[in-house]
């Protein structure tokens, strides 16, 4: 792992993560050349809403599943594809930026697979505990809680390389607190969301699954805490 943890001074962006950013580009030119006319007629124009509708995560259908035990998959594929349906170009780019940041840090010590399943896994977990904790009744969509799971990620590196140098890992934490304190002044300023749950949820899920998917993934964690 000591070997992955020291990169090279200049690395290609991992194909993995330039191939999530171009889905959601993709779907976000649809959706947007849509609501300004260039494409799809006047019907176009309530392509997003419909979007959002049928493949965002709502917390009434999640309620609905749970109450009748029923779990159709066309309402369990929402887990995934929320991820890459956006409120608005801006909210694509921004987190499509993030993705790419982050991915290109992340993706220099993990492997194509573990980026996947890191993305994934934190946006199905980061869904998971949105609905559980909140029952909300209201939607949540976008690469968010995705994203936060590769900050978990950064966070885990991070916490591995302060604890090699004998720092306090403690620091390591310090891009996601800052992250929910701007969260926090947005609410505040603009009115909360209750989507920030599933952003922290998926903070965590990144950050625990990087010790399964890291390179040598537990029993390299494991024998680094032996030999300190």
């Known amino acids: 792992m000591s070997k992955e943890f020291n990169p090279g001074p200049v690395n290609p962006m991992p194909p993995v993560v330039v191939g999530l950013f171009l889905v959601m580009l993709g779907i976000e030119a649809v959706l947007s050349l849509g609501n300004m006319g ?3 007629g006047p019907g176009a124009v309530g ?6 509708q ?5 917390g009434a259908v999640i309620d609905w599943m749970l109450e ?10 929402r887990f995934v594809t929320y991820l890459f349906v956006h409120g608005s170009l801006t909210h694509m780019i921004i987190a499509g930026v993030l993705l790419l940041a982050l991915g290109k840090f992340v993706g220099d010590v ?3 697979w573990a980026m996947l399943v890191l993305f994934f896994g934190s946006g199905i977990g ?3 505990i949105w609905a559980l904790v909140l029952s909300d009744p ?7 809680p995705g994203v936060y799971g590769l900050i978990g990620a950064f966070s885990f590196i991070l916490w591995l390389r302060l604890g090699q140098a004998g720092e306090n890992r403690a620091r390591a934490f310090v891009l996601i607190g800052f992250l929910m304190v701007i969260q926090l002044i947005f609410g505040l300023l603009f009115g909360a969301r209750s989507d920030w749950l599933a952003d922290l949820g998926g903070f965590a899920c990144g950050f625990l699954l990087s010790f399964l998917v890291s390179p040598g993934g537990w029993q390299s964690l494991r024998a680094r805490l032996r030999h300190r």
């Open 47 to 52: 392509w997003r809403a419909g979007a959002i």
């Open 110 to 112: 993990f492997a194509w």
């Open 38 to 40: 260039y494409i799809g």
């Open 138 to 144: 209201g939607y949540i969509f976008g690469a968010y």
């Open 54 to 58: 049928t493949y965002g995560i709502n």
């Open 126 to 128: 980061g869904a998971v």
């Open 68 to 77: 009748q035990r029923v779990f159709p998959a066309v309402h369990l594929m």
